[in-house]
């Protein structure tokens, strides 16, 4: 499996309890749509291996995973921090006017009222409130994700249809 046919499903906390089980944050919008996997992708440098879930728990807002191979707080502390990976063709389907960060990178963004302005560059996902960022005039513009703002996505013409706030590209500018 290649990282690109890939999405980043989260990463391995910690250790969790003393029979090699991982405390697992899921950076996702539904964590329980991924209570029942049967095995995800570990990131080890440039590879993805394959780990089986013999089960899985609730644990706080995030999730604690057994892996079948890992059987000791020892082999579980060597996986802390590692990102954890899925294929694409796992994700849930989205309504149209959904998108998932990983699909708009490099679409156009349209304003309603200005018209082309630049291009999705990535996207920081910050504490309560994500946000895109854009190349304007050779500047980064950071755009809260929001449904004011960011109204539709047009998937055939690679656009995010937004309307900005008045002021906002000004302050990138001065």
Do not use: W
């Not at 995973?65 to 802390?80: G, M, T």
């Not at 004011?148 to 996505?153: A, F, G, S, Y």
């Amino acid at each position: 499996m290649l990282l690109d046919d890939c999405f980043e499903l989260g990463y391995i906390v910690k250790p969790h309890g003393t029979k090699g089980e991982v405390q697992v944050y899921l950076d996702v919008d539904n964590p329980e749509e991924y209570a029942k996997m049967g095995s995800v992708f570990v990131a080890y440098g440039p590879n993805l291996v394959p780990f089986f879930i013999e089960n899985t728990k609730a644990v706080g807002k995030g999730i604690a995973i057994k892996f079948d191979e890992v059987n000791s707080v020892e082999e579980a502390e060597k996986l802390r921090s590692l990102k954890l990976y899925l294929p694409l063709d796992v994700l849930p389907q989205l309504k149209s006017s959904q998108f998932y960060y990983h699909e708009v990178i490099l679409f156009d963004v349209i304003d309603e009222n200005l018209g082309p302005l630049g291009k999705v560059k990535e996207f920081y996902l910050k504490g309560n409130q994500d946000l895109m960022v854009m190349v304007y005039q050779d500047k980064e513009v950071l755009i809260p994700i929001t449904d004011d703002i960011i109204l539709r996505v047009n998937r055939k013409e690679k656009q995010l249809i937004v309307n900005l706030p008045a002021g906002l590209l000004d302050i990138y500018l001065s």
